[in-house]
C-alpha cells in the first residue's frame, strides 16, 4: 500500500524538490481522451492522425502537465494542496512508451500559504515542459492511503492488435469459405481478404453468394466462386478442395456447424486424424497481461479422459503456434482438491500426471484448480497453492461445454473480451465465427487460423 503525506505550508522549505518518474501507456492517452472529450487522432494509439502514413500517439500537452500535479498532490506539498495557477512552455512532445520525469522546486513562499514552485518534464529526446506553478499549500500535515482509489480497466485488445500485424505479413491463407450466404458471414471473408488475413475459395450457392454480396455492400469479382446449392455437399467439396492442395484451412459461413463437422470427420475422403476434435476461444480479456485460451466450449458436450488428452493437446499446440513457448494449463473443476464425489476432479489429477509423464506435451498441466486460484495469483496464495500454473493459466480447460461455454460468454459480455474462435484436432485449421462476434473478432479468427498453418507449414 502507498501512503502519500503532505508538507505543510510552515515546512515548507526554498528549494525544496521532489520528481516522479511517469512512463506514458497507450490506456493513458486513452483514459485522458474519455475524461477530456478530446478525442484529436494526433493522441490516439494505433491511428495516424496528420496522413503521414505512421500513427503518432502524441501525449496531450494537457496530459503531460498533469504529471505535474501529480508531484504537486502527491509529495510536494501533497494531499491537500489546491492549484492556483500555471504558465507551461512545450518545447518538446511525448508519445506512448515514453517514461517521463517531472521535477517541481519551491521557489518563492508567498503571504497567505501560497506557494510557487518551479516546474519541468523531461523525456528520452529532452526537455518537454517548463515553467512555474503557484499553488495553496495545506495548512497540516495529511496523509492519503493509494488504495482507497478503485482502479480503471481500459476496454482495449492489444493481445489481438499484435496477432493481426504477425499474421498480416504472412502471405494470405488460402481458405475455403463454406456457403458464405449471409451478409456477416460474407462481410467478415472479404474483411478478412482486404486485410490479407486469407486468400478465399467459396463454395456454396453462386446465386445466395452473390445476393449476400450485394447486401453486405462488397465486391467479389475475382474470387473464385464454386456453385454447390447443397450445403453437406458444399461442405464435402470444401474438404476434397483441401486434399487437392487448393487450401490450408475452412472457414465456416452460414450453415449448420454439424453440417460441416460430418464431412470433417468422415472416415474416408474426411479431415480426420489421431485427435479428436476441439473448439478452442482465444481471448483477449481487457486488463490481462497475456491472451487467455477456453476450451472446449462448442464440440464435445461431456469430453471422457481421451477426449480431454486431445482438448488439452490442441490447445496447448494452438497457444504455442501464437507464441507462447511453454503454455501454463489449468484443468478447472469446482474445487481445487481431488474428490471422488467430483468425476472433473479426477481427470484433471489425471491429465496433470499424464503430463508429467510426457502423455501430454508442449506445456506445463495442473490441476484441478478454481477458476479463482486458476487465474488470480492472490487466490492461489490464499488457498495455498504452489507451482507454475496455479494463478497464472493461459489455457482454461473446461470440465465440460456448458461450463466452457458460459466461462467465455461471460467473459465476453461482462468482462469485454473479444472472442476469436477456431476448431483444432483436423488436418487444417477450421474457422468458426458466429452472427454476434464484430469486426475484430472475425479478423482474430483468421489470424489464429493463419498462424497456425504457418506453424505446421513450417514444423
Aim: charged content about 20%; overall charge negative; proline content about 5%.
Amino acid at each position: 500500500m502507498t501512503r502519500f503525506t503532505s508538507i505543510p505550508y510552515t515546512d515548507l522549505a526554498l528549494g525544496q524538490e521532489a520528481r516522479l518518474d511517469r512512463l506514458c501507456r497507450a490506456e493513458d492517452l486513452y483514459v485522458f481522451a474519455h475524461s477530456s472529450g478530446n478525442l484529436n487522432p494526433m493522441h490516439l494509439p494505433g491511428i495516424d492522425g496528420d496522413g503521414d502514413g505512421h500513427p503518432e500517439a502524441v501525449a496531450p500537452s494537457a496530459w503531460v502537465a498533469a504529471v505535474i500535479s501529480a508531484v504537486l498532490g502527491n509529495q510536494l506539498p501533497g494531499p491537500g494542496t489546491l492549484y492556483l495557477s500555471q504558465s507551461l512552455r512545450f518545447t518538446g512532445r511525448a508519445h506512448a512508451g515514453d517514461t517521463l520525469q517531472a521535477h517541481v522546486r519551491v521557489s518563492e513562499k508567498l503571504p497567505g500559504g501560497v506557494v510557487r514552485l518551479a516546474v519541468s518534464v523531461d523525456g528520452p529526446r529532452g526537455r518537454i515542459a517548463e515553467g512555474e506553478v503557484t499553488v495553496q499549500a495545506p495548512k497540516a500535515r495529511l496523509g492519503f492511503d493509494a488504495a482507497d482509489m478503485p482502479g480503471l480497466i481500459v476496454q482495449s485488445h492489444r493481445h489481438f492488435d499484435a496477432l493481426l500485424a504477425r499474421a498480416e505479413l504472412l502471405a494470405p491463407l488460402a481458405t475455403v469459405v463454406v456457403a458464405p450466404e449471409s451478409a456477416d458471414a460474407m462481410g467478415g471473408t472479404i474483411l478478412a481478404r482486404d486485410h490479407t488475413l486469407i486468400d478465399p475459395i467459396l463454395v456454396g450457392a453462386a446465386d445466395r453468394i452473390a445476393a449476400a454480396a450485394t447486401e453486405a455492400g462488397v465486391d467479389i469479382s475475382g474470387i473464385e466462386i464454386i456453385d454447390v446449392p447443397d450445403h453437406r455437399a458444399a461442405a464435402l467439396r470444401a474438404v476434397a478442395l483441401i486434399h487437392e492442395g487448393r487450401a490450408r484451412a475452412l472457414m465456416k459461413g452460414h450453415l449448420h456447424s454439424d453440417q460441416l463437422l460430418h464431412a470433417i470427420l468422415k472416415k474416408d475422403g474426411g479431415l480426420r486424424t489421431n485427435r479428436r476434435l476441439s473448439h478452442v476461444f482465444v481471448m483477449d480479456v481487457p486488463g490481462r497481461d497475456h491472451l487467455l485460451f477456453v476450451t472446449d466450449a462448442a464440440i464435445n458436450i461431456a469430453p471422457d479422459l481421451d477426449c480431454k488428452v486431445s482438448i488439452v493437446q490442441n490447445a496447448i499446440d494452438l497457444a504455442r503456434a501464437l507464441g507462447i513457448a511453454l503454455p501454463k494449463v489449468g484443468i478447472l473443476s469446482a474445487v481445487e482438491t481431488v474428490t471422488a464425489s467430483i468425476p472433473s476432479t479426477l481427470d484433471a489429477a489425471i491429465l496433470s500426471k499424464m503430463a508429467d509423464r510426457g502423455q501430454i506435451t508442449g506445456g506445463l498441466v495442473d490441476g484441478p484448480l478454481a477458476m479463482d486460484n486458476a487465474v488470480d495469483p492472490g487466490a492461489a496464495r490464499t488457498k495455498g497453492l504452489t507451482g507454475l500454473v496455479a494463478g497464472q493459466a493461459d489455457i482454461l480447460v473446461a470440465p465440460n461445454l456448458e461450463a466452457g461455454n458460459m466461462i467465455a460468454k461471460e467473459l465476453t459480455f461482462l468482462a469485454h473480451a473479444e472472442a476469436a474462435g477456431v476448431v483444432m484436432g483436423a488436418q487444417v485449421p477450421v474457422i468458426l465465427t458466429s452472427r454476434a462476434d464484430d469486426d475484430k473478432a472475425r479478423l482474430a479468427s483468421c489470424a489464429v487460423a493463419a498462424l497456425y498453418a504457418e506453424s505446421l507449414r513450417c514444423a
